[in-house]
């Protein structure tokens, strides 16, 4: 069991590129989340998917859009990179309602 | 906003020693967990206690609940050098999210 796994690791982007960061879990978990951790601030939800097919913004949901893919798969797109976008992002995972959460190793991302 | 809050930010023990880190929370909560996060990595889970709990432990772990005041202490016994990290609450309060406070940082000198 690989758990949760994230690509890229690690990422530079320039003001106004385009990504999207991909994120996979094995463990046949119904919810999974993305995050985004700043120095100071903790984890932020920035949106979550309760069940395949549903998605819902979370605390800082603004320049990000998510697709759930399927049943593993939880991406995250930024359109637009921004300065403010730079953070570690983390994705996670959680067998139904928030109980324990299983995290990835997380995505560094830097937008100059 | 968050929902959990940390104190201290940063606390620096001997090897051997107990560690003590405590979490304020806002609004009525179904459980409270903790997290433990190492340098560079993902968080791992620790332990959950639910509100109608006071009371939990797991190995050197010892977490309690107290609802009336709206705060939790996380308690590591017998610290390691391994315990070195930094850790995090997180409150459930609604149905599908968790809120995350911003850390204590826990240094353990060899």
């Known amino acids: 069991n690989a758990g949760v796994t994230q690509t890229p690791k690690f990422q530079v982007l320039k003001t106004g590129q385009s990504m999207t960061l991909q994120c996979a879990q094995d463990?046949?978990?119904?919810?999974m989340y993305w995050y985004r951790q700043d120095p100071g601030m903790g984890l932020r939800l920035i949106y979550y998917?309760?069940?395949?097919?549903?998605?819902d913004k979370g605390e800082v949901p603004n320049g990000y859009n998510v697709s759930r893919l399927n049943k593993r798969e939880f991406s995250l797109r930024l359109e637009s990179a921004a300065p403010s976008q730079t953070s570690v992002y983390f994705c996670?995972?959680?067998?139904?309602?928030?109980?324990?959460?299983?995290f990835g190793p997380g995505t560094r991302l830097l937008v100059l | 906003s968050q929902q959990g809050e940390e104190d201290p930010q940063a606390l620096s023990i001997q090897e051997g020693e107990n560690a003590t880190m405590n979490c304020s929370y806002k609004?009525?909560?179904?459980?409270l967990q903790w997290y433990r996060q190492n340098s560079g990595r993902g968080l791992v889970h620790l332990i959950l206690?639910?509100?109608?709990?006071r009371e939990k432990h797991s190995g050197r772990l010892r977490v309690t609940l107290d609802t009336s005041k709206k705060s939790s202490s996380l308690l590591i016994t017998a610290s390691r050098a391994a315990d070195t990290a930094s850790y995090f609450c997180?409150?459930?309060?609604?149905?599908?999210?968790?809120?995350f406070g911003t850390g204590t940082r826990l240094t353990v000198i060899p």
């Open positions: 996670a995972s959680s067998g139904g309602p928030p109980e324990t959460q299983y």
């Open positions: 463990m046949n978990h119904n919810s």
């Open positions: 998917s309760a069940s395949e097919g549903t998605t």
């Open positions: 609004t009525s909560i179904n459980n």
């Open positions: 206690i639910r509100s109608n709990e």
């Open positions: 997180a409150t459930r309060a609604g149905a599908n999210n968790l809120f």
